[in-house]
């Protein structure tokens, strides 16, 4: 399997909206189903869908969305492998993951960051790190504050 195909079953499962979110136009693959575009045949990226949908990004969209998700699953690698992460301390690595993908989601015109644990938005200035939710259907991808919501009495030692 290449990259790109791991790209699109990627997008597919995390950030294409729902059937019922799109538009005819888009379900056929006729537009884009992040920005609505008309995609000619041939010219947008087929995003894998089946049984009869066909959902397809725009050239711009796909390559915008696909860096912020690339970023986001890169991200959350990270923090399952590195020691200082998983002790609920933050790595330099982290640091710079979250400006990264900042940025990406900004420019993939993606929803304000909010916690799952506490389900406020998060602020510029606080850390948070993402989260799947596995094991349901569909998977979910979120964010949570680093190590402690805002407020909370748990506090965790760092080295």
């Not at 949570?144 to 080295?159: K, N």
């Amino acid at each position: 399997m290449t990259a790109d195909c791991d790209l699109q079953a990627s997008l597919l499962v995390y950030a294409v909206p729902a059937r019922t979110a799109l538009t005819p136009e888009q379900n056929a693959g006729a537009r884009c189903v992040w920005c609505g575009a008309p995609v000619p045949p041939g010219a947008g990226r087929d995003l894998g869908g089946h049984g009869g949908w066909s959902p397809h990004g725009c050239p711009a969209c796909y390559e915008v969305q696909g860096a912020w998700l690339r970023t986001y699953l890169e991200w959350a690698d990270h923090i399952r492998v590195c020691a200082t992460c998983r002790a609920g301390c933050w790595c330099a690595t982290s640091a710079d993951f979250q400006g990264c993908l900042t940025e990406s989601a900004h420019r993939a015109d993606r929803p304000p960051v909010v916690c799952a644990r506490c389900e406020r938005e998060v602020e510029a200035a606080e850390r948070f790190e993402p989260r799947i939710r596995a094991g349901g259907r569909p998977q979910r991808i979120g964010y949570v504050h680093a190590a402690v919501c805002p407020g909370d009495e748990r506090r965790w030692p760092c080295p």
